[in-house]
């Protein structure tokens, strides 16, 4: 005999109270939103630090844009995988592995490439600018589907995000410049 699991609830942003979800909602964030979401994160913040660095040390474009490439194809197929083969969806109700891995994986991919893009741009100081201006849209739009789907504080939201995403920014340049200048 198997226990149901228990339904999550979710916030009533303007009394604090708890509200069961709307019918079929919690299948789609579950199933959809949640795998698209981490990849997005992943995507987004894993690949900061590299291409910021390259394109500190080499203060070539077009190098960034491919370490950029290659580290949002290698995030998309390791977190695309990792989802993949993290549980059946049976138990966890979270649905079909391989759907759920396509979609992170894909969305890792994009995550990585919308700020990797710019630096096909051969002025580096071009590139860096509308680069830096594409990562805070990306880390405002990942606070965004946090809020709107995954019903998180709004502020709370957007200042994790941006504190996490700009940390690891902070080691990218910070290691770009280190290297440059030895």
């Known amino acids: ?13 303007a009394e604090g109270q708890a509200m069961p979800p709307v019918p079929g909602e919690h299948t789609f964030v579950l199933q959809k939103v949640q795998p698209a979401l981490l990849g997005l994160m992943d995507g987004s913040v894993s690949t900061l630090a590299p291409i910021f ?27 695309g995988l990792a989802e993949a083969l993290s549980d059946d969806g049976v138990v966890s109700g979270r ?13 890792t991919v994009l995550g990585g490439m919308l700020h990797t893009l710019p630096f096909l741009i051969p002025d580096l100081r071009t590139a860096l600018t509308l680069a830096y201006a594409v990562v805070v849209v990306e880390l405002l739009l990942i606070a965004l589907i946090r809020w709107k789907y995954m019903r998180s504080p709004l502020p709370q939201t957007i200042l994790q995000v941006i504190v996490g995403g700009a940390v690891v920014f902070a080691v990218g340049v910070w290691l770009g410049r280190l290297g440059s200048a030895g």
Request: aromatic content about 4%; overall charge neutral.
């Open 53 to 79: 660095a390259v394109a500190g040390l080499t203060g070539k474009p077009i190098d960034a844009f491919f370490v950029g490439l290659a580290a949002s194809v290698g995030a998309g197929i390791s977190m």
């Open 1 to 13: 005999m198997t226990t149901p699991l228990p339904q999550p609830q979710t916030q009533d942003a």
């Open 95 to 107: 649905g079909a592995p391989l759907a759920r891995g396509v979609i992170t994986g894909l969305a």
